[in-house]
């Protein structure tokens, strides 16, 4: 019987532990590590008017390669943290509102071969895309608003 008691004592307790630590989980960091950075030759700027609306006017093209590869230095080995795919949500919602960017790194002006995707938001926080996926799942560690108006007035931004 003092067996039992303390073999669901000890059942109990593992059980307890463990259950203490769900929704606890951290996010890990590690810095990103942008694939092919010596291939790109544009980086492709998407911003939006007051209306929410993407055009000609909010967009914008660069082809000077000393100017890709100073964008590629400031936000290459940003340590980022992988959050939730509900708070990655929220966050890109936001991309529809006057002074947050998509950036997108590309071979070609088509950008159908090699490309790789970030979004700026105007309070600092940046998205990027996996290495290895099509899709945004990485976010800053910190936020940048420096990092961000730098690039605006270094890369003339003006919408």
């Known amino acids: 019987m003092r067996t039992v008691r303390i073999l669901l004592l000890f059942i109990i307790s593992t059980v307890l532990i463990s259950g203490c630590a769900i929704g606890e989980k951290k996010a890990t960091s ?12 544009v980086l492709y700027i998407q911003g939006v008017d007051a209306k929410g609306v993407s055009s000609e006017a909010t967009s ?6 000393k100017e890709i590869n100073s964008f590629i230095e400031k936000v290459n080995k ?3 943290i992988k959050p939730s795919q509900n708070e990655m949500s ?12 998509t950036f ?16 700026f938001f105007k309070d600092g926080s940046i998205q990027f895309q996996s290495t290895n996926k099509k ?15 730098g690039l605006k007035n270094t890369l003339n931004i003006n919408f």
Do not use: A, R
């Open 60 to 65: 914008k093209y660069i082809t000077d390669e």
């Open 135 to 149: 899709e945004i799942i990485y976010s800053s560690k910190e936020k940048h608003p420096e990092l961000i108006m």
């Open 90 to 101: 929220k966050k890109v919602k936001e991309l529809n509102n006057q002074g947050n960017y």
């Open 78 to 80: 940003m340590d980022v």
């Open 30 to 41: 590690t810095s990103i590590d942008i694939p092919n950075v010596d291939k790109y030759t």
């Open 104 to 119: 997108v790194l590309s071979d070609s002006k088509n950008m159908d071969n090699k490309v790789f995707h970030m979004n």
